[in-house]
T-cell receptor
Framework: GAVVSQHPSWVICKSGTSVKIECRSL??????MFWYRQFPKQSLMLMATSNEGSKATYEQGVEKDKFLINHASLTLSTLTVTSAHPEDSSFYICSARDPLYRYEQYFGPGTRLTVT | QKEVEQNSGPLSVPEGAIASLNCTYSDRGSQSFFWYRQYSGKSPELIMSIYSNGDKEDGRFTAQLNKASQYVSLLIRDSQPSDSATYLC??????????FGKGTKLSVKP
């Protein structure tokens, strides 16, 4: 299957600071990437859909000014958590669709964010 | 009615048995169906995709799709303790976004 990488795999930051998470499709070009959040023992929650060269589409209830998404190239999308608070601590996972194989969707390894 | 429904489990099977995981969906326009495996603390991994009615086999895994009944299942033969994980059913709407079920937790006992 296609490979999606994510960096960093974990990060600890202080309340009020910003954190950037990178998501890369390594062996395919992804016009569409997705950002999910998952709290312990809970389901995946789609935060936003990121389209290359255009603004991201956010799901209801997700603050677009707090979770900044940039999809500047066909292989890179970034999620910036601005002015992080302890309640933003979660597992953030990106995902990308492979257009050359029926748009099957592959996940990155995830980033565990802890805000102190 | 939830869009994609799965029994949350836990489903417990002995090692070597067949594990049967089920999923129903509400959108008749759905065209693509996927099973992901998620180990605790890890991200989901795509293990099976199925697009047409019938069975699709890949090693110990068999996905079954019945569009008339809006039902998709995953069978795991010769279950191993390493198969213990949460299995997520996902359905693609005609518009393209994946809709996930809440997952079924599978425990394979040695």
């Amino acid at each position: 299957g296609a490979v999606v990488s994510q960096h960093p795999s974990w990060v600890i930051c202080k309340s009020g600071t910003s954190v950037k998470i990178e998501c890369r499709s390594l062996d395919f070009q992804a016009t569409t990437m997705f950002w999910y959040r998952q709290f312990p023992k809970q389901s995946l929650m789609l935060m936003a859909t990121s389209n290359e060269g255009s603004k991201a589409t956010y799901e209801q209830g997700v603050e677009k000014d707090k979770f900044l998404i940039n999809h500047a190239s066909l292989t890179l999308s970034t999620l910036t958590v601005t002015s992080a608070h302890p309640e933003d601590s979660s597992f953030y996972i990106c995902s990308a669709r492979d257009p050359l194989y029926r748009y099957e969707q592959y996940f990155g390894p995830g980033t565990r964010l802890t805000v102190t | 009615q939830k869009e994609v429904e799965q029994n949350s489990g836990p489903l417990s099977v002995p090692e070597g048995a067949i594990a049967s995981l089920n999923c129903t969906y509400s959108d008749r326009g759905s065209q693509s169906f996927f099973w992901y495996r998620q180990y605790s603390g890890k991200s989901p991994e795509l293990i099976m995709s199925i697009y047409s009615n019938g069975d699709k086999e890949d090693g110990r895994f068999t996905a079954q799709l019945n569009k008339a009944s809006q039902y998709v299942s995953l069978l795991i033969r010769d279950s191993q303790p390493s198969d213990s994980a949460t299995y997520l059913c996902a359905v693609r709407r005609s518009q393209g976004n994946l809709i996930f079920g809440k997952g079924t937790k599978l425990s394979v006992k040695p």
